[in-house]
């Protein structure tokens, strides 16, 4: 039977406490995963957590990521019952949580990004991470102002994305233009006189998605910006930024794909 934390003065529960903030994450440069996917996930990909925490109560269920967890390195200990209350974000929690690295993903170097620009909701720029991840871009590229992407809700939105793809904060549009190089520059937007399936993807490129509601905020007034756009049936104005970019990044990888791999 696995040690059992009884109190929130606990120094291993106040770390994983402290993880549900911003800061926290910062200052120990760690992450809260939340749910066995998202530890096996971390695990499979080579960052596996240092501490798992699970409930009593459903140590059956769990045994297999336990296992798992506990095969790779980790220290498993169970948690009292009324201490979850304070530790878990999900409507209905899974019974598990655990501290992991932050990932360190080095980009890849075919010349294609996704740049983030504006968009707040979690659950869209995990989205966005877990696409870019799949079409195998090689770096997502957050601009200042877009939601922190190692928030718990944005985690369980990439559903394993943050430890395939590499994410880079940038500091400004000058570090941008370094990062991508001579990539041309496209805007997804709801009106432009050139559609995605016209664009060729083949070359360098970085596809920017701003936020819906107020769309791109720092590369507006990029120089070289190129406006693209999704067409959509008469009374749709828009689609969700993460489901447009979506569609654009396997459009991309659709093309990439007949061209490399003939």
Not at 43 to 64: D, H, K, N, R, T
Not at 224 to 231: E, F, Q, S, V
Request: aromatic share 6%; hydrophobic share 50%; with cysteine.
């Amino acid at each position: 039977m696995a040690p059992m934390i009884t109190s929130a003065a606990n120094p291993r529960y106040k770390l994983a406490r402290a993880l549900l903030t911003r800061r926290g994450r910062q200052k120990h440069h760690r992450l809260l995963l939340e749910g066995p996917r998202l530890i096996e996930d971390s695990i499979s990909a080579g960052f596996p957590p240092a501490l798992v925490l699970f409930a009593e109560e459903a140590a059956s269920v769990l045994a297999p990521v336990l296992a798992m967890a506990a095969a790779a390195g980790a220290e498993v200990l169970s948690l009292k019952g009324e201490l979850w209350a304070e530790l878990c974000q999900t409507t209905t929690p899974q019974g598990v949580v655990a501290v992991a690295p932050w990932p360190e993903i080095a980009p890849g170097q075919e010349g294609w990004s996704l740049i983030v620009d504006g968009v707040q909701d979690p659950g869209n720029l995990g989205t966005l991470l877990r696409s870019a991840a799949a079409a195998g871009l090689d770096q997502v590229i957050l601009l200042p102002g877009v939601t922190d992407p190692w928030a718990p809700k944005v985690l369980r939105a990439g559903m394993g994305a943050h430890f395939r793809v590499a994410i880079r904060m940038a500091r400004d549009l000058a570090q941008v233009e370094a990062w991508i190089g001579p990539a041309q520059r496209l805007l997804a937007t709801a009106a432009a006189p050139t559609l995605y399936t016209e664009v060729d993807w083949t070359q360098p490129s970085a596809l920017v998605i701003g936020s819906e509601a107020e769309g791109p905020r720092l590369t507006a007034s990029w120089s070289g910006l190129r406006a693209i756009a999704i067409p959509m049936a008469r009374g749709m104005e828009s689609l969700n930024a993460a489901v447009a970019g979506s569609i654009i990044l396997f459009e991309a990888q659709r093309q990439r794909r007949a061209r490399f791999s003939s």
